[in-house]
């Protein structure tokens, strides 16, 4: 029995203009700036940030930003299923985009690393005794390569 080991691999960049569009669409016809902003933002991190960050870093793009127009870029985004969110290690919940396409996720809960996995694990579907599969969801939660690399310095440290 060997496990499949899955290569981890960034959001690709070829896709990041027709995802910009999709997510520009998903907030309504008025792309101001502060949405384009966050949308920008969003698309080019690859961890879940906090509302206050994404609000942060938008602000330096769209200096009009305000907290209200991050909430509710990310209300628009969520409705339209672009939105991937948890509740981190520290207690403060993370957003990050969603890109269009099946794919799963590996999401670290100290440092917010969202990993979108393409393609599916399940392509085939689980044998659920006559129950016909249509859709699933699936996320890997838990510690990145990195932060379990620095908790272990950190275990022989202390
Ligand atoms: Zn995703
Ligand atoms: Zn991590
Ligand atoms: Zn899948």
Redesign the pocket.
């Known amino acids: 029995m060997s496990a499949r080991v899955v290569d981890l691999a960034p959001h690709d960049a070829e896709g990041l203009g027709a995802e910009t569009a999709v997510a520009l669409a998903a907030l309504g016809p008025a792309s101001t700036a502060p949405r384009r902003a966050i949308v920008e933002v969003m698309l080019a991190a690859s961890r879940l940030q906090t509302p206050e960050e994404l609000l942060h870093e938008a602000r330096i793009r769209a200096p009009a930003t305000s907290l209200a127009t991050v909430y509710r870029a990310l209300e628009r985004l969520d409705a339209a299923g672009r939105v ?1 969110r948890a509740t981190l290690a520290s207690g403060a919940v993370g957003y990050g985009y ?2 269009t396409g099946h ?1 799963e ?1 590996a999401i670290c809960l100290r440092c917010g690393q ?1 990993q ?1 996995i393409r393609p599916c694990l399940v392509a085939d579907g689980p044998a659920l005794g006559g129950f016909r599969v249509t859709s699933h969801v699936l996320d890997f939660y838990g510690v990145c390569a990195r932060c379990a690399a620095e908790s272990d310095e950190e275990g022989v440290a202390g």
């Open positions: 991937k969603c890109a794919h996720h969202l979108p």
